[in-house]
C-alpha cells in the first residue's frame, strides 16, 4: 500500500533499531579516520545496513494512479477546509 | 577485532546495540523505559535528563554483559531532536528539560520571528522558520518565565550532547542536531549571530563551539569506561539527532534514496550534498550528522491515527490488518484527513481529522480502518513530493 500512495519501490529494514545503528557505524567512521585509515562511510553501511527483501514492494498501476487522485482530493480539501478549520 | 556500540535516547525510552564490524552483525541489543514527567498543563512535555543518562546506562550495561567487552573501540549516541538541557557553571541539569513535542512556546516563535523581520528574514538568515518544537523559543521561554534560573545558565545542550556530556566530560555539538535548534545558519553551518542575539546577549556563551559530525566527542571518562568494562580510551563519537543517525542506519549516506519512519509522528527524509532550504518552510532545512544535509518532513499524525482507531474498535494489531484489508484500495472513494492532533505540514494547527466520501457501502469499520491507513500515508506522501518539488 505504501508503494501505490508513494508511487515508488518500498522496503522495509532488516534492523529496526536504525538510529542505534547509525550511532554504532558512526563511531565506527569516526574511528578509522582516527586511526588513520579513514573508510567511506558509505562503504560501512553498504556493509553493515541490510534490507529485509521479503518486504519489497512495486507500485500497482492502477493504485498508483487511483492515489494520485486521491492526494490530489486531500490537497483540495485542505485548501477548501482552510477556512473552516480556522473559524471553528 | 572491533566493537561499535550505538545508543538511541528517544522520548519514551532508550536502545542499546553491538555491532561487530568483522561480521557486521548486530550481536546484543537491550531497551529500557524512561519517564515524561507526568501532571504539567497541556501542550508541555518535560523529562529529567538524568533519566536518560541512567536508563542509558543500564542498556549499555545490558548489552556490555553479552559481549567481549575488550574489543569495544567506539560509542555513538543519537537522540530526541530540539530539546533544551540548561546547565549551570558546574554542569548541573537547572530544570527539566523542555522537548520536541513541547508547544507553550508558540508566543516566543512569534517573538523571535518579529525580531528577526518576519518570516522570510528568518529563512534568509537561518535557513528555518522558529517552530514550537525548536531549541532556541525553549531558550527565550526560560528567560521570560524563570529568569532565576535563566541566570544561572551558563551551557546549552540537546539530549543527545547531554548524554555526550556525561560520557565524556566534554561539551560538544556537532552540525546535525545543532541544525534543529533554530540557532543554526543551516547554509553555512555557523552559528547565527541574529537568532542568538534574539533570545539574548549571552546565548552565545552558552553554546558550545560546533563541530563537523566526523569529529570524535572525546573518549569515555575512566571511571564509566571501568563500571562497562570497556578499554580505556574508548572513542565517543560526535552522535547526531535521531534523525541525523536513522539516516545512517538506513544507508541514506548518499544521494538517491528517501527514509520514510512511522511514528508517533512520521518523518521522511533523503541525504543531500547541498544545503535544500524550503522557502515554504514546510520541509525543514537540516543539517545531516555525516557532513552533508537532510532536508526533512515530519507530520503529526501517523500510528497515533490508526492506534486510535485500533482501540476504539477494541481490535489487536492482527485485527486492524484483517479489517482494513476487507475493503479494496481506495476504501471504495473514503478517505481520511488525519489531522487528529492538529498538523505541521500541511500547515493546519487548527485543523481536525475529517472523513470524506461516507455513504450506505463506506459506512463500516473495514473501509474506516483502511481509510484511516491510506489517509496517514498520503500525509507522508505530502512530504514526499515537497521533498521532490525542492529537487531533492
Given at each position: 500500500m505504501a508503494a501505490d500512495v508513494f508511487g515508488v519501490p518500498v522496503v522495509a529494514m532488516a534492523e529496526d533499531e536504525s538510529a542505534a545503528l547509525g550511532g554504532a557505524l558512526q563511531a565506527a567512521w569516526c574511528d578509522s579516520k582516527g586511526r588513520g585509515s579513514p573508510a567511506a562511510l558509505a562503504a560501512l553501511c553498504s556493509r553493515s545496513v541490510a534490507l529485509d527483501e521479503s518486504t519489497r514492494c512495486v507500485p500497482d498501476k492502477a493504485n498508483a494512479a487511483l492515489f494520485r487522485k486521491r492526494q490530489a482530493l486531500h490537497d483540495r480539501l485542505c485548501s477548501d477546509l482552510r477556512g473552516a478549520f480556522e473559524a471553528r | 577485532m572491533s566493537l561499535y556500540i550505538g545508543v538511541d535516547s528517544g522520548t519514551q525510552s532508550v536502545k542499546a546495540i553491538a555491532l561487530d564490524l568483522d561480521t557486521s552483525r548486530v550481536v546484543a541489543e537491550a531497551r529500557a523505559p524512561h519517564q515524561l514527567i507526568g501532571?504539567?498543563?497541556?501542550?508541555h512535555m518535560e523529562a529529567h535528563p538524568e533519566e536518560w543518562v541512567s536508563a542509558m546506562d543500564a542498556v549499555i550495561g545490558e548489552v556490555a554483559a553479552k559481549i567481549?567487552?575488550?574489543?569495544v573501540r567506539g560509542i555513538g549516541v543519537s537522540g530526541q531532536q530540539h530539546g533544551f538541557v540548561p546547565l549551570d557553571g558546574d554542569g548541573?541539569?537547572?530544570?527539566?528539560a523542555k522537548l520536541?513535542?513541547?508547544?507553550?512556546?508558540a508566543p516566543e516563535c512569534a517573538i523571535l520571528t518579529r525580531k528577526l523581520g518576519g518570516p522570510a528574514a528568518v529563512i534568509r538568515k537561518t535557513g528555518l522558520p522558529f517552530l514550537p518544537g525548536y531549541t532556541a523559543p525553549k531558550v527565550l521561554w526560560l528567560k521570560r518565565h524563570e529568569p532565576a534560573n535563566f541566570k544561572r545558565l551558563r551551557h546549552i545542550l540537546l539530549p543527545h550532547d547531554y548524554l555526550n556530556f556525561h560520557l565524556t566530560g566534554n561539551y560538544f555539538m556537532e552540525h546535525g542536531d545543532a541544525?534543529?535548534?533554530?540557532?543554526?545558519d543551516v547554509r553555512r553551518r555557523v552559528w547565527s549571530e541574529a537568532a542568538m542575539a534574539a533570545v539574548d546577549a549571552r546565548v552565545a556563551g552558552c553554546l558550545p563551539p560546533l563541530s563537523p559530525s566526523?569529529?570524535?566527542?572525546?573518549?569515555?571518562?575512566p571511571e564509566i569506561a571501568a563500571r562497562y568494562g570497556f578499554?580505556?580510551?574508548t572513542l565517543v563519537s560526535a552522535g547526531g539527532g535521531d534523525n541525523m543517525m536513522g539516516a545512517i542506519g538506513t544507508g541514506?549516506?548518499?544521494?538517491?534514496a528517501v527514509t520514510a519512519s512511522f511514528g508517533t509522528s512520521g518523518t521522511i527524509y533523503a541525504y543531500s550534498r547541498k544545503p535544500v532550504v524550503d522557502p515554504k518552510g514546510e520541509i525543514a532545512a537540516f543539517c545531516s550528522s555525516t557532513g552533508g544535509w537532510l532536508p526533512l518532513l515530519c507530520t503529526m499524525n501517523v500510528t497515533g491515527v490508526t492506534e486510535q482507531v485500533r482501540t476504539l474498535f477494541g481490535w489487536s494489531l492482527a485485527d486492524l490488518e484483517k479489517n482494513a484489508a476487507s475493503a479494496p484500495a481506495g476504501s471504495d472513494g473514503l478517505t481520511l484527513l488525519p489531522y487528529l492532533d492538529g498538523?505541521?505540514?500541511?500547515?493546519?494547527?487548527r485543523g481536525t481529522g475529517v472523513y470524506f466520501g461516507l455513504n450506505r457501502t463506506t459506512l463500516g469499520r473495514g473501509h474506516l480502518a483502511r481509510a484511516a491507513i491510506e489517509g496517514t500515508t498520503l500525509g507522508m506522501n505530502y512530504g514526499l513530493r515537497r521533498l521532490a518539488a525542492l529537487g531533492v
Open positions: - | 501532571g504539567l498543563p497541556p501542550g567481549d567487552r575488550s574489543r548541573r541539569v537547572i530544570r527539566p520536541w513535542c513541547d508547544t507553550s512556546t541544525s534543529g535548534t533554530g540557532f543554526l566526523h569529529e570524535p566527542c572525546g573518549t569515555l571518562r578499554p580505556a580510551g541514506n549516506v548518499v544521494p538517491g498538523e505541521r505540514t500541511p500547515n493546519l494547527p
